[in-house]
């Protein structure tokens, strides 16, 4: 049986449609009964193939993970957006297709991630999770990190809670 090469890359504009499906995909796998049907589907409706093509030509930082021929994966990341936190880096997200989870490719291209975080200067960086998204809670504990604020999120008339991992970069 032949493997599949697997290589992490920056986004191209051109990569808008698959990053669109990665994102469909995943969303649905990860969310389906924590974030109410309607205000998932409102979620994952913004975030069609112009909306990825004009994030990637404005210079938002996307990774993706190429498995042979199709992109299995993707991590969006850059400045903290909580300026009062003391890591300046953070992960906004980092999402595989349902096939390619539990396979070590998360931990990859997460580490990717890092890797370019690391590069621009940060020194640690935060990515915050759904707590009822146990399986993402339970892989960033996995990589060693610690949680250190929480918060809420509102979706539609629910109210989730979230928590913050730290890594260090250095």
């Not at 042979?68 to 906004?92: C, Q, T, W």
Request: hydrophobic share 40%; glycine share 10%; proline share 4%.
């Amino acid at each position: 049986m032949a493997q599949a090469t697997t290589i992490v890359r920056n986004a191209r504009p051109a990569d808008a449609g698959p990053i669109c499906h990665v994102h469909d995909l995943s969303w649905r796998e990860a969310y389906r009964g924590i974030i109410p049907g309607a205000e998932l589907e409102k979620i994952i409706s913004r975030r069609g193939p112009q909306w990825w093509k004009k994030a990637i030509q404005r210079g938002s930082n996307v990774l993706l993970l190429d498995i042979g021929d199709k992109i299995g994966g993707y991590a969006s990341f850059g400045r903290n957006r909580v300026p009062a936190m003391r890591h300046k880096g953070e992960l906004f997200e980092l999402y595989l297709l349902p096939e390619c989870q539990g396979l070590g490719f998360g931990r990859k291209l997460f580490l990717a991630a890092q890797n370019e975080l690391y590069r621009y200067g940060y020194t640690s960086m935060v990515v915050w999770a759904l707590m009822e998204n146990e399986r993402a809670i339970e892989f960033y504990r996995s990589l060693g990190g610690r949680e250190v604020s929480s918060g809420r999120e509102t979706f539609g008339a629910t109210v989730l809670k979230r928590s913050a991992f730290e890594f260090s970069l250095d």
